[in-house]
C-alpha cells in the first residue's frame, strides 16, 4: 500500500499560481501511477492530470491543458501539480491518488490523500 499527503493549497487571486505538492510513503513509489484530482462543491470528483511510473508521459484534462503541469521526483517520492493561470473555475479540493495500473485508467486509483483546498478569487 502507499499513503499519500497533499500540501501547498491556499488562496491566490485570479492569474497566479501555486505548486501542490504530494509525499508518498510506503512501499515501491515507483510502480506507481500518479494522479491529481479535485472535487469543487456541488460537483462531482474529476481527474486533473496524470503522471505514468516512469514520469514519461503525461495526460490533462482540457481546461487545465497549457496552465498545469504535473511532475514526480522519485528521490523524493513526491509528486506535483504546478498550476499557473488560475481561475475561479479552479476552486476546489485536490487529491492527490495512485494506482498500481496503467496510468490512464482513471477509474483504477485507489489510493488517495486527504486533499488540499485550493481557492481562486476573481
Known amino acids: 500500500q502507499v499513503q499519500l499527503v497533499e500540501s501547498g493549497g491556499g488562496l491566490v487571486q485570479a492569474g497566479g499560481s501555486l505548486r501542490l505538492s504530494c509525499v508518498a510513503s510506503g512501499r515501491a513509489y515507483s510502480t506507481y501511477a500518479m494522479g491529481w484530482f479535485r472535487q469543487a462543491p456541488g460537483k462531482e470528483r474529476e481527474f486533473v492530470a496524470v503522471i505514468s511510473q516512469s514520469g514519461g508521459v503525461t495526460a490533462y484534462e482540457d481546461s487545465v491543458k497549457g496552465r498545469f503541469t504535473i511532475s514526480r521526483d522519485s528521490a523524493k517520492n513526491t509528486v506535483y501539480l504546478q498550476m499557473n493561470t488560475l481561475k475561479p473555475e479552479d476552486t476546489a479540493v485536490y487529491y492527490c491518488?495512485?494506482?498500481?495500473?496503467?496510468?490512464?485508467?482513471?477509474?483504477?486509483?485507489?489510493?488517495w490523500g486527504q486533499g488540499t483546498q485550493v481557492t481562486v478569487s476573481s
Open positions: 491518488a495512485a494506482t498500481d495500473a496503467h496510468f490512464l485508467l482513471i477509474r483504477t486509483y485507489g489510493y
